[in-house]
């Protein structure tokens, strides 16, 4: 091995583990800075986690029985993309079957939220109100349903 491979070698060796190094520190710093919830622990199954073992199969259970009701819906909401993405993919735009295919997408969608949202409120009224305050914490750092504008934070 002439000097020339080994300095390039070493190079090649040193970007290397400089770029580890680097992601390590940038994945420690943001888990550091963002805590747990980052993690991925985001979705709305995890809102009760301050509940206990059994509120939290029931939570999930409920959910569970309002996706298996809103699979018209969620169907009826992938069939409507699929066919807006024909259509603004076509030559010619055809603007009324784009707002008809985009109403089509709203309403499934509404639906499916509509469910999920009577799922959560019924099982909240399961709860005592230390429970409650429980599941609500959890609605508020994990989903959209209760989470505060930035104009409300300040």
């Known amino acids: 091995m002439t000097p020339r491979t ?8 040193l970007a290397l583990n400089l770029f580890l190094i680097g992601g390590l520190a940038g994945g420690t710093y943001i888990f550091s800075t963002r805590g747990p919830e980052f993690t991925g622990q985001r979705a709305i199954r995890f809102a009760a986690d301050g509940l206990s073992d059994e509120q939290r199969k029931a939570f999930r259970q409920s959910l569970m029985q309002a996706r298996r009701d809103s699979v018209h819906d969620v169907q009826a909401g992938r069939v409507g993309r699929q066919d807006l ?4 993919r076509a030559e010619s735009l055809d603007r009324g079957a784009i707002d008809t295919a985009l109403a089509g997408i709203r309403k499934a969608d509404t639906a499916l939220r509509q469910r999920l949202e009577t799922a959560i409120v019924d099982f909240a009224a399961t709860l005592t109100p230390t429970e409650r305050q429980a599941f609500v914490d959890g609605l508020e750092s ?7 504008s930035s104009a409300q934070e300040n």
């Open 6 to 13: 080994r300095t390039v070698l070493l190079a090649a060796s």
């Open 85 to 88: 993405n024909g259509l603004m």
């Open 142 to 148: 994990r989903t959209a349903m209760l989470r505060r």
